[in-house]
């Protein structure tokens, strides 16, 4: 039994307040949250006391941390915890300048506590399977990889102007898909955008539209497209392709009906949210983190698979500027 | 908030024991089972007490009373929390003989209390949305419908023996939502059958594979196919041909991931077993009751749909013998 | 090279016309039909000539004849082509009573001539391969098979007058089907059926919607169901399950197109009219008979297979009066 | 009705050859080739003429000519049939120079002759249908479009030393696809490559992995991929998602046959070969040539067409060495 405490109320603290509840290797003591009157809340609807700013790091009576706090609170989280030498599940980025997260990294790193980044894609049942395709010699040896990444509606000016830009906030997660289905880290990117759902975003230097092209050591190469709004619903889909085959980690619709009229078969359409198809994800996450503490084993997810990550939607950054292919320095 | 008591703690008993506790309406006050130490271990992991035999039925304490028990006891139960005033929800069959299920819904009825039959595939999510567009026109007047039910193994024998035979015990569900579907009583039927899977089950006058026509008063036709065991996975599948068109709750897939090979393309199979496919249905159809209790309207399935899909099963088991069509008379 | 005639100028016939004239190994010398203008047309069209009712039989310029003429005209032109000893690929029904069926069948059969009935469907690439994987076991013992027999319009009433009924007229290329894959002749049947489409045609006792169940020899179920006008266009699917699998002909849509909106999938429909789907087939069946022909061996189809549809066909039109299962006798 | 000669009898030669003969509107005069001998066996299979060089060319008996010849053969046969008066389909590319093309291009619009480059992908019935949602505005302003080229086998090595390169020699129709569909002149272009399958080719410059990247004058964005060998068939499929919705023009499998065993649902694979996926749309393409000539309106394809794409292969092959966006110079 692991005795966790969360760490951020808001939205997706919640999911990840369900979560615990609901693990039966889970022991949820309790919430913390700026607010304490959302952390109150929290913790009535899940059983769980309000933790203060010291009590969520008392290792006396707790095992590990879960920080879903904003992002800009994730490093100095990340350290309380390694120093208290609690186990912590962080939400991605582990801060959002690089160097910072490298020296974050390396503090965890060095305190010896089981970190585990919640890079919560490589959960989904499907790209699971794909990377276990992959992974297991299914398609022969990669060469040519393809991810779109397609969100259903814009987020709202504020959050955009503190995101870092797509390719940092969005495109990452399939970075990391990239490493993890692949084994490889990619040696170079391109990448160019537009703002094409609203052109002003243009002022903050960021797109709504993008594609960036990976190649890897072996160079098998990568196509990644990231859009911000769809007229159709949520759009996840990855596809492998090796010398001896191709394996697809499909569009996921939200239904199994299917209507026949003259002229027209109609099914059932992809999820309207990101949150409907993404949402199984995250109880599989806690449960990759819990069952590695139980086994004594490193996570699955590690802090520096967030840096590398991170590292690839640097040099994509750059390329936006400057048209060409660039190198990725990996810290 | 509805205050539940739980009968029967057995692999089914276990499943509601799961739907209760995670119901944000419901609290499940306890668990009554005539092996106490099964309810007891029930009990604890969802926070719940052991109920007696008197406890289970006291309105002081409760609000509603879930049966889950042994199908020879239904009757009995129904008719206690009948008298003690409780709201009941019940798993199928009210009683294996028509006649007794007929008195006890009587008895039900009498004492005003509300209940609910657990045909649970009218939860499911895409028989729900199919009912739906046939309901509202969406395919014109019904014509033809097709319903596949398809287990992966045959159950034990000592199972069969005593189900009164797979139209009764299997296809009573396809019955029912026949009638849910196409809002129609059906007026006839025939039915004919073998016992290829195991040919010993023919002793007991049983059959595994079996296929059953239903005339409906429009003159719409029914087919529906019952197989207690396909070497694929669990089948299930309705289709209802209207006079402008179809509309198909297809086969679920466990997944979607797609491989492509030279030649072939390989998708996902079928669920195994027939709780992961069923399994959400649950707690769609605690869910249904508990709003039906909240609302203070009629719950969405009475008793008398149960004996209804009941009259039609013995009809359908009267013709497995006579070779002919057999008017099916409605108690 | 064979040379061919062709009787019948009608629609079938242009279109076999072109089957003739497109295949490398056939001569297509000449067209005879009643009405000399339509088989001048059809001649000039294709390079052939116009051959009286003398010379179409005459087997010094020709080596087979193709009877494509209206169905009472069959078995007499069968007879004359068995007399003058040239091979013949006929239109069903060899005749519409059975008893001068059998009679046309034994006199052909006497003369020694290749005969084949044209079961066109047989040679559907999807149903071809589905019989394949069945009869090389690929889903094991046969234990039930769904045929779906679907048109999109209702013929006329004076077709319908002298169809001699769905089952004889429509159904029957299903009873076929149901032998060639299972590789059994089926020992009983039960049909019923509706006039929902046009209630007018009860008046000479037809249905234009209908059910018909099937028993094997070896306990095996088919389930067939004919309808004469969907709301969806032409719809054909086969399914068969075996102890080990299922395989599915399924439908075949019109194109590969899709489109995503919010909600919703679309596909191409389904083929508007049954020759869009049906068209490849009847140059295929032509083709094996050429190929019978050039390798000296048996016709894929013989007359003895109409017989046996036919007799089929007797039938479950029985059973619709009786009500009950009907044996099936083969003559 | 037009009358047609054919200039090239080789195996594409010999696919247009049947075209022509099948076409009710087409008189297929006559083959021409430098091989005479294999001009006869062409000739003498769909009864035309064997041509001399000459009379290819010779107005008074002829209205068209279609040159499937050489690659470097075009150039001079459209000057002459331009120099003739004679209306001409050509198999692209009209010069493997740009240059050369651009002259000879001028030289042909001075003449006044109907001129059609053969890009036959965009009469693949998908394909034409997405273009036609497109361009009704089905989706809304384009925003992103992504067209996958996969071949199933590298192109023997001589073959590909004269080809110009992947980009030139394949990606080119793509390129063409991308200005029709989208109905824009891409304005600048990124591409990467590698050779995977057969690394000697990158002697002589060469890649068969390749992925690029189109920037349209809207912002919109391009993706293509060009793969000359999978483990898997032949592949070719193209998405175009707009600001309301997105269309698919999908991969095509071969057959509709499905078989579902324990864990698995297996399809009918892609084609094994492009000729099969290829096929119907090189008698479209003619029957579109025909059908402008007949009304007197110009070709749906200009030889302008073939340059555009040529210009946007140009561009890309630059950006293979300067791993830097390329502006794109239409000449």
Known sequence: MQRFALIGAGFIGAVHAASLAAHPEVDFVGVHDVDTTRAGTLATRFGARVLDGAEVFDASHLDAVF???????????????????????????????????VAVSEHVRASGVPAMLDF???????????????ASG???????????????SLPPSEYLRSSGGQLRDQTVH??????????????SVF?????????????????????TTLTLPSGALVQIDSVRRTGYGYDERIEVMGATGLVESGRNRR????????????????????????????????????????????????????????????AASRSLTSA????????
């Open 138 to 152: 299914g398609v022969g040896d990669v060469e040519l990889m393809q991810l779109t990444s397609r969100g259903p």
């Open 191 to 211: 990448a160019t955008g537009s703002a094409l759902v609203d052109p002003s975003i243009r002022e903050f230097g960021d797109v709504d539209t993008s594609v």
């Open 120 to 134: 919560n894609r490589r959960f989904d049942r499907d790209h699971a399977e794909l990377q276990r395709v992959v």
């Open 174 to 187: 399939f970075f990391d898909l990239v490493r993890w289905i692949s084994g490889q880290d990619p040696v």
């Open 255 to 314: 239904g199994n009906l299917t209507r026949y009229s003259a002229g027209h078969v109609v099914l059932d359409g992809l999820h309207d949210g990101w949150f409907e198809r993404v949402q199984p994800t995250y109880a599989a996450t806690l449960a990759a983190f819990v069952a590695a503490l139980e086994a004594g084993v490193e996570p699955p997810v590690s802090l520096d698979d967030g840096i590398r990550a991170q590292a690839i939607a640097e």
């Open 324 to 331: 060409r292919t660039e190198a990725i320095d990996y810290p």
């Open 67 to 101: 920080i879903a706090s904003s992002t800009d609170t994730h490093a100095q989280h990340l350290r309380s915890a390694a120093d208290a030498g609690l186990a912590v599940l962080c939400e991605k980025p582990i801060a959002a300048d690089l160097a910072e997260a």
